[in-house]
């Protein structure tokens, strides 16, 4: 396979294997990929990684996948057979960085902890995601990013007052804990290079990832005995931050610094709350909040959402509707951002996928090439190891590579 060179990424020289599946591990990868990281992807031959089946299929393959796994080359190897074990250890031996997202115990089961890996790999950077870490009571139970979700506080709060809980619409335990895994690993290479030249392992766990994020949930609890209870659209404690009813929609609104309330309440036509001593500040504010965020419906349920957004942008109110997918790829701003690009896949197709994340001035991310399919890669990489073509067609022909 032709790979153009492009210039140097940021993580340029960076080698990584990948051996998760579905969404964390592979989204740290992804993440890595696309600064520069040479990901090698290993993926069980025929089917490949379940997210290959995932969702809306083109031609046989998820769309999905044309995003996680863009940037990374793809290996088919039998890791449950002891030869694809061994040939595993070969790859890690060349590796910075291994990620892995399977239950806890699994590499151990195949000779690959991190001990004997770090014998020929000092160096080596292991980050391991899993659904309650590699230690503790739970250690050893099924995890998914929903029961990260769950345990880590936030299904308690996504939702309205009395009602069940509800997914935000995503698998945000799953990318959470891949960009915090992300973070280690990009610590632990620093600190590698800086601090000593030793590798190590970062241990991240779902719940844990969605509990880092659930900002001061646990202090108000510790300090006043306070359980934080969902609240819709608001923003509890908070005054007035909600979404409104249009005519045609709903909007967000931000009026809660103290400044901007009176912005507010000036466009809606109510100076007599915004020149209220009472709601100068926020907790005067969060006291009548019922009344203001009917004060603001009041207003808006009378008018277009863009009406709305365009009296409220004069007036510098932080306000945005609620976008949808083609909403996102309509907008004139995503587009200047290059957050939309065009991405052939390797059927031919021409699609639209999300850009890059965060923005580097000097070494930007890109897309270097497309997603690729089951072991598009394993002569390649085989062939890195010192492999020669009558071995590799071996083990091709006993399925231990494909």
Same mark, same amino acid.
């Given at each position: 396979?032709?790979?153009?060179?492009?210039?140097?990424?940021?993580?340029?020289? +960076?080698?990584?294997?990948?051996?998760?599946? +579905?969404?964390?591990?592979?989204?740290?990868?992804?993440?890595?990929?696309?600064?520069?990281?040479?990901?090698?992807?290993?993926?069980?031959?025929?089917?490949?990684?379940?997210?290959?089946?995932?969702?809306?299929?083109?031609?046989?393959?998820?769309?999905?996948?044309?995003?996680? #796994?863009?940037?990374?080359?793809?290996?088919?190897?039998?890791?449950?057979?002891?030869?694809?074990?061994?040939?595993?250890?070969?790859?890690?031996?060349?590796?910075?960085?291994?990620?892995?997202?399977?239950?806890?115990?699994?590499?151990?089961?195949?000779?690959?902890?991190?001990?004997?890996?770090?014998?020929?790999?000092?160096?080596?950077?292991?980050?391991?995601?899993?659904?309650?870490?590699?230690?503790?009571?739970?250690?050893?139970?099924?995890?998914?990013?929903?029961?990260?979700?769950?345990?880590?506080?936030?299904?308690?709060?996504?939702?309205?007052?009395?009602?069940?809980?509800?997914?935000?619409?995503?698998?945000?335990?799953?990318?959470?804990?891949?960009?915090?895994?992300?973070?280690?690993?990009?610590?632990?290479?620093?600190?590698?290079?800086?601090?000593?030249?030793?590798?190590?392992?970062?241990?991240?766990?779902?719940?844990?990832?969605?509990?880092?994020?659930?900002? #001061?949930?646990?202090?108000?609890?510790?300090?006043?005995?306070?359980?934080?209870?969902?609240?819709?659209?608001?923003?509890?404690?908070?005054?007035?931050?909600?979404?409104?009813?249009?005519?045609?929609?709903?909007?967000?609104?931000?009026?809660?610094?103290?400044?901007?309330?009176?912005?507010?309440?000036?466009?809606?036509?109510?100076?007599?709350?915004?020149?209220?001593?009472?709601?100068?500040?926020?907790?005067?504010?969060?006291?009548?909040? #019922?009344?203001?965020?009917?004060?603001?419906?009041?207003?808006?349920? #009378?008018?277009?959402?863009?009406?709305?957004?365009?009296?409220?942008?004069?007036?510098?109110?932080?306000?945005?509707?609620?976008?949808?997918?083609?909403?996102?790829?309509?907008?004139?701003?995503?587009?200047?951002?290059?957050?939309?690009?065009?991405?052939?896949?390797?059927?031919?197709?021409?699609?639209?996928?999300?850009?890059?994340?965060?923005?580097?001035?000097?070494?930007?991310?890109?897309?270097?090439?497309?997603?690729?399919?089951?072991?598009?890669?394993?002569?390649?990489?085989?062939?890195?190891?010192?492999?020669?073509?009558?071995?590799?067609?071996?083990?091709?022909?006993?399925?231990?590579?494909?």
């Amino acid at each position: 396979m032709n790979i153009p060179l492009l210039s140097p990424g940021a993580l340029d020289g +960076l080698k990584v294997i990948e051996m998760g599946q +579905l969404i964390a591990g592979p989204f740290a990868a992804k993440t890595l990929a696309d600064f520069g990281a040479d990901v090698i992807k290993i993926e069980p031959p025929g089917a490949g990684d379940p997210l290959r089946n995932w969702r809306m299929i083109q031609d046989g393959t998820s769309v999905w996948w044309q995003v996680q #796994s863009r940037n990374k080359k793809s290996i088919a190897l039998d890791l449950r057979s002891q030869e694809g074990q061994e040939i595993a250890r070969e790859l890690i031996k060349t590796a910075d960085v291994l990620i892995e997202n399977f239950r806890p115990g699994t590499l151990e089961g195949w000779g690959m902890d991190y001990e004997t890996l770090a014998k020929d790999n000092p160096g080596l950077v292991m980050l391991r995601i899993s659904g309650y870490g590699q230690t503790g009571p739970y250690r050893d139970l099924p995890g998914f990013g929903a029961i990260g979700e769950a345990m880590g506080g936030l299904r308690h709060l996504t939702g309205e007052e009395g009602r069940v809980p509800v997914r935000c619409g995503i698998s945000i335990g799953d990318t959470l804990a891949a960009l915090h895994g992300t973070i280690g690993v990009l610590m632990a290479v620093y600190h590698r290079k800086v601090n000593g030249g030793l590798g190590q392992v970062i241990d991240v766990a779902l719940n844990e990832a969605v509990f880092n994020v659930m900002e #001061s949930l646990v202090p108000e609890y510790s300090a006043f005995g306070a359980i934080r209870e969902p609240a819709g659209s608001a923003l509890p404690g908070i005054a007035p931050s909600n979404a409104y009813r249009c005519q045609d929609g709903v909007v967000l609104i931000a009026g809660n610094g103290d400044s901007i309330f009176k912005r507010l309440m000036e466009v809606i036509g109510r100076m007599d709350l915004g020149q209220d001593p009472a709601l100068a500040n926020n907790a005067g504010r969060v006291a009548r909040v #019922s009344e203001l965020d009917s004060a603001i419906e009041a207003w808006t349920s #009378s008018r277009s959402v863009s009406d709305v957004l365009d009296a409220l942008g004069q007036a510098k109110v932080p306000a945005g509707r609620v976008y949808t997918a083609k909403d996102i790829v309509e907008d004139p701003h995503y587009r200047a951002r290059e957050m939309i690009l065009k991405q052939k896949t390797r059927d031919g197709h021409e699609i639209e996928v999300p850009g890059i994340v965060p923005k580097l001035m000097g070494t930007p991310g890109q897309v270097r090439f497309s997603a690729p399919g089951v072991g598009d890669d394993t002569d390649a990489v085989l062939e890195g190891l010192g492999f020669d073509a009558k071995r590799i067609a071996d083990l091709r022909q006993r399925k231990v590579a494909a």
